[in-house]
């Protein structure tokens, strides 16, 4: 399988616990500076890696040199480094800045929850800090099967923060009766919604000038739930920089029985749009290092 569930997880659980012990010990700006022979090793000899990399910024720039490549992962092992700092809440080196988090703030003041649609964009831990400090509580669907070592890792920095996480896994039917549970408790419950696999229900949507495949299964679920989607994206830039955003997606979606296709296709069509324009506004944020227009992954 050539999609991003055939990507073993890399290295080795001594390489990220040493990388833990370089931010405790001694902070992040050593801890990041560790970082580049890594990122350098990658762009050398990680050939899928490179090749994706090369793929998505000659398609969102027009251009792709071995130092935009490096940068590009570089970026990606810097954003999962201050992983580790969201999660012991040692973030007054981060900024992190905020754009339409009133959307969020309106919906649960409804009473009622929303599903969050984001994107390997950023670090969704900077939105996720975001909506805690203004007390909106945000769960994450999630799979983590392909990154055990690393979620075993950060599982241990803050144990409570596995409380959020909603475990994803195929005909899951407990998951879906947790995701309603919450929404009508007024809670919000994100989903990444361009990575295509777990959910069987795909669709395709052109993305840079190519079709490539989507997940459906969101927008199925917003319309038996009966619930509003936002669009909540955070971007990076180096050296510490997070800029949020949150805007309104669907009010209500709709998926008519004769024309359920149609509206999927139409939906993930409108997410593929706004995926391309906050790509274009930071190219070195979108972290998806597979053959991402394959249509047969």
């Known amino acids: ?3 991003w569930l055939g990507v073993a997880e890399k290295g080795s659980i001594f390489g990220i616990r040493f990388m833990l012990f370089a931010c405790t010990v001694f902070g992040r700006s050593i ?5 580049r022979p890594v990122a350098l090793y990658y762009v050398l000899f990680h050939g899928g890696a490179r090749r994706a990399s090369r793929d998505y910024l000659q398609r969102v720039q027009g251009k792709a040199t071995f130092r935009q490549i490096y940068r590009h992962l570089l970026n990606f092992a810097e954003v999962s480094l201050d992983r580790v700092f969201f999660l012991q809440g040692k973030i007054s080196s981060l900024a992190i800045r905020s754009n339409g988090f009133e959307h969020m703030r309106q919906q649960r003041a409804t009473g009622k929850g929303a599903l969050l649609v984001s994107a390997h964009l950023g670090s969704f831990e900077a939105m996720h ?4 400090a203004k ?5 994450i669907l999630t799979y983590r099967g392909n990154a055990k ?9 803050n144990p409570g923060a596995n409380a959020r996480f909603i475990e994803l896994q195929p005909g899951d039917i407990n998951a879906i009766l947790r995701i309603k549970e919450l929404i009508d408790a007024g809670e919000m419950v994100a989903v990444m919604g361009d990575r295509a696999g777990i959910d069987s229900n795909v669709t395709t949507a052109e993305f840079f000038g190519e079709p490539a495949r989507f997940p459906a299964g969101l927008y199925i679920l917003a319309s038996v739930l009966d619930c ?13 920089s997070y ?5 309104p997606f669907a009010s209500k979606v709709s998926l008519p029985r004769g024309d359920r296709a149609k509206a999927l296709a139409g939906y ?27 249509l047969d992954s």
């Open 149 to 157: 070592m690393l979620n075993s890792v950060l599982g241990g920095i």
């Open 129 to 132: 800090v975001l909506a805690g």
């Open 135 to 139: 007390d909106v509580r945000v769960n």
């Open 228 to 240: 509003p989607i936002l669009l909540t994206i955070s971007l990076y830039q180096a050296p510490n």
């Open 268 to 294: 993930a069509r409108q997410y593929a749009a706004r995926l391309e324009h906050f790509c274009r506004m930071a190219p070195g944020s979108w972290f998806n290092f597979y053959d991402f227009w394959n």
């Open 1 to 3: 399988m050539t999609s």
């Open 243 to 247: 800029e949020v955003y949150c805007e």
């Open 31 to 35: 801890a990041r500076a560790c970082l």
